[in-house]
């Protein structure tokens, strides 16, 4: 266990619905990483925060995806409209910010889309 | 960012040394290598880093060639729970964001 909390570890929803993700980062974490991973696929970067500002968005992350972190604390995605290709695992990862930067990432949320 | 190359998948006998390579040829002066290690079903987790000396911890060793161009991975005496899918990154020294990680290799650790 590295301390990030992720809810829900899984989530089956129909096309078009709307869905929402937590991610709860190690305490004193100041930045926090969301990242897609499909099957065989190694993570891909989707976007970050430092603090509660989101810093830098992927390509990856269509005007259907949108992310926050209220108080630089706990971050939610959200994915609006789901389409089959969402389907993947979203991994959440929170770090310190220093120098060797590494990133605790929690055990992620999967994702299918019917 | 300098991109790794990586075998798909290796084996190797339980109780014995597991050497996993990595190529970062394009790497530059200012670019930390980082390994990952992903057991199924489950988030990535840290094993080490390093820039340019040899670095060890309770988990890993990390040789990295003189040039740099390379790295190895070391797991010393690997376990059954070592199965995993290990991720070489390079990470730029002062770019906190995100880490490229590929497609990585597979271990399979055999009794």
């Known amino acids: 266990d590295t301390g990030v909390s992720q809810d829900p570890r899984h989530k089956i929803t129909k096309r078009g619905q709307n869905v929402t993700f937590r991610c709860d980062p190690i305490s004193e974490h100041n930045r926090l990483y969301w990242y897609r991973q499909t099957l065989g696929q190694g993570p891909e970067f989707l976007t970050y925060?430092?603090?509660?500002?989101?810093?830098?968005k992927s390509r990856l992350l269509s005007d259907r995806f949108s992310a926050e972190r209220p108080k630089g604390s706990f971050s939610t995605l959200e994915i609006q409209r789901t389409e089959q290709g969402d389907s993947a695992m979203y991994l959440c990862?929170?770090?310190?910010?220093?120098?060797?930067?590494?990133?605790?990432f929690g055990a992620g949320t999967r994702l299918s889309v019917l | 960012d300098a991109k790794t190359t990586q075998p798909t998948s290796m084996d190797c006998a339980e109780g014995r040394a597991a050497n996993l390579p990595c190529n970062h040829s394009?790497?530059?002066?200012?670019?930390?290598v980082y390994w990952y290690r992903q057991i199924h079903s489950q988030g990535p987790q840290y094993i080490i880093h390093?820039?340019?000396n040899n670095e060890t911890n309770e988990m890993a060793s990390l040789i990295i060639t003189e040039d740099r161009k390379s790295s190895t991975l070391i797991l010393p005496h690997a376990t059954l729970r070592d199965t995993a899918v290990y991720y070489c990154i390079v990470r730029p020294l002062y770019n906190f964001n995100k880490f490229y990680f590929g497609s990585g290799t597979k271990l399979n650790v055999k009794p």
């Open positions: 390093g820039l340019k």
């Open positions: 925060f430092q603090n509660e500002a989101q810093l830098e």
């Open positions: 990862a929170s770090s310190f910010g220093e120098v060797k930067n590494i990133q605790y």
């Open positions: 394009t790497i530059s002066g200012n670019e930390y």
